[in-house]
DNA sequence: GGGAAACATTGATGATCGTCGATATGAAGT
DNA sequence: ACTTCATATCGACGATCATCAATGTTTCCC
């Protein structure tokens, strides 16, 4: 009834787990599996966006006319520090999905066009 | 030269950060900015994806034939313990984008279909 | 120059996460 | 019944994370 495949479990254990943040140009082609590199660096994106606040800045920035919003428009709305505010619009921007221009005294954040297309990209090709 | 705008920061903490892992079918809207159990549900399945090792489950699940693997078949392509694999596959099953199907003592595991569209967009409606 | 405002950085702390070995569960075969 | 095999669960440990108060940095204005 039930064929007898062959099956092997292996249980070694080792891991290279270095931040590796290369400027990776080029999207995957996306046939076969992932290597341990890909993955990698697919992961710290999805890691950016694993945070629901996050995910409002994300939200509040793409929401806000002009596109641009600065710190303490952010700090508000989501019951956050300062400094927790920016340190998660830092974590946004190395993940390539905002981008910070200085003028004077205030930082403006902005999503990066076509950032959310090629996340979803991402997806599609794992 | 530069318009002088009103600009005020607050700097007070609180947060409630349960888990709040409910049964939601229909996706939002997604024009106003997201609240923060949207937010919470979104960030468990980004959550699920923020992890270079599950992200290769996904892909090397994906890429087998007929769709499905079995623990076994993952364990050795992955270089982890069996617990570990059993670990992320149980957090992508709880995602819901994996599914699990036990056929005697194996267990299957395959791409919910659509999740993979459905969670590009989740990130389409930020 | 001096003060104020906006933002970043540092250091610390509690919480969550990834991983493993050991063990439990459950199904199949002798 | 007993063993074997595939998988899940438990408990523990080190690593990473989210958050804050305090402080540093830079820019603007008087």
Chains 1, 2 share one sequence.
């Not at 629901?52 to 600065?70: D, F, M, Q, W, Y």
């Not at 999905?97 to 902005?110: F, I, P, Q």
Request: hydrophobic share 45%.
């Amino acid at each position: 009834m039930i064929v007898n495949l062959v099956h092997n479990g292996s249980m070694t254990s080792l891991q290279t787990v270095e931040p590796a943040v290369d400027d990776a140009c080029c999207a995957p082609s996306g046939q076969a599996a992932l290597d341990a590199e890909e993955a990698q660096r697919t992961a710290l994106v999805f890691k950016a966006l694993a945070d629901p606040n996050r995910l409002r800045l994300l939200s509040i920035v793409k929401a806000t006319g002009g596109g641009e919003a600065c710190v303490c428009d952010l700090t508000e709305p989501l019951d956050l520090s300062q400094p927790t505010v920016s340190h998660h619009l830092k974590i946004l921007v190395d993940a390539r999905l905002l981008h910070r221009e200085k003028r004077g005294t205030w930082a403006y954040y902005s999503l990066v066009p076509g950032a959310i297309e090629r996340t979803a990209g991402l997806l599609a090709s794992l």
